[in-house]
């Protein structure tokens, strides 16, 4: 789902948030929830213009920024809790 993230400081003031609804995934033919996946965000990098704290002209001065925007979910594979290091899938 998504929800309206507002600043305004900040153009556009109104931005789209995903964020995910369930912890697992939804899958198999009913849609049931799997917890042997996770749903997690989708990220986006993105460009913003912040307003700061100076005017030039009578306007105000603004700045590039670079911000992370979630935009969506989807279904990754939960790690195994008994994964006893970083490459244990290496060692399978």
């Given at each position: 789902?998504?929800?309206i993230?507002y600043?305004?400081t900040?153009y556009?003031?109104?931005?789209?948030?995903?964020?995910?609804?369930?912890?697992?995934c939804l899958m198999?033919?009913?849609?049931?929830?799997?917890?042997h996946?996770?749903?997690?965000?989708?990220?986006?990098?993105t460009v913003?213009?912040?307003?700061?704290?100076?005017c030039?002209?009578?306007?105000y001065?603004?700045?590039?920024?670079?911000?992370?925007?979630p935009?969506g979910?989807?279904c990754?594979?939960e790690?195994?809790k008994?994964?006893g290091?970083v490459?244990s899938?290496?060692?399978?």
């Amino acid at each position: 789902s998504y929800r309206i993230s507002y600043d305004p400081t900040r153009y556009p003031k109104y931005i789209p948030e995903a964020y995910c609804l369930c912890k697992g995934c939804l899958m198999g033919i009913f849609g049931e929830e799997n917890f042997h996946f996770r749903s997690t965000p989708v990220y986006m990098p993105t460009v913003i213009l912040r307003r700061t704290s100076s005017c030039a002209g009578g306007r105000y001065v603004y700045t590039e920024d670079y911000v992370t925007i979630p935009v969506g979910c989807t279904c990754v594979p939960e790690q195994d809790k008994e994964a006893g290091s970083v490459n244990s899938s290496i060692d399978k």
